[in-house]
């Protein structure tokens, strides 16, 4: 089998584009959230978690509940969730921190 590289003089052709009518050229559309959209969205998500965890102690301070078991899930869950975010947002600061320092 001849090798598609190698022209008819026998030297080595450059590799060439893919055309755009070709669906491997195309780039893949996006069409998932940008980081700020998602950033966001998840700082209402820990934020609503919160306030969840916070009425149920309170409807349990008060006596309209006795469920201990439900708020105290609805806690640590607010409470794991908090966490992962500060935790990103330490590797955020360290990152911009990384960049800050770069030597352009």
């Known amino acids: ?4 590289t190698i022209g008819a003089a026998g030297l ?3 590799i060439q584009p893919l055309s755009p009518t070709t669906p491997a050229a195309r780039p893949a559309e996006s069409t998932g959230k940008d ?3 998602y950033l966001l ?3 209402d998500k820990v934020n609503q978690l919160q306030h969840e965890a916070d009425a149920g102690v309170q409807r349990l301070m008060t006596g309209e ?3 201990v078991a439900e708020v105290f899930a609805a806690s640590r869950k607010a409470g794991v969730a908090f966490d992962l975010l500060m935790e990103i947002r330490n590797k955020l600061m360290d990152a911009y921190t990384e960049l800050k320092q770069m030597r352009v």
Do not use: G, V, Y
């Open 1 to 4: 089998m001849a090798d598609p």
């Open 12 to 14: 080595i052709r450059p």
């Open 35 to 37: 980081f700020k959209s």
């Open 41 to 43: 969205e998840s700082l």
């Open 65 to 67: 509940s006795d469920n």
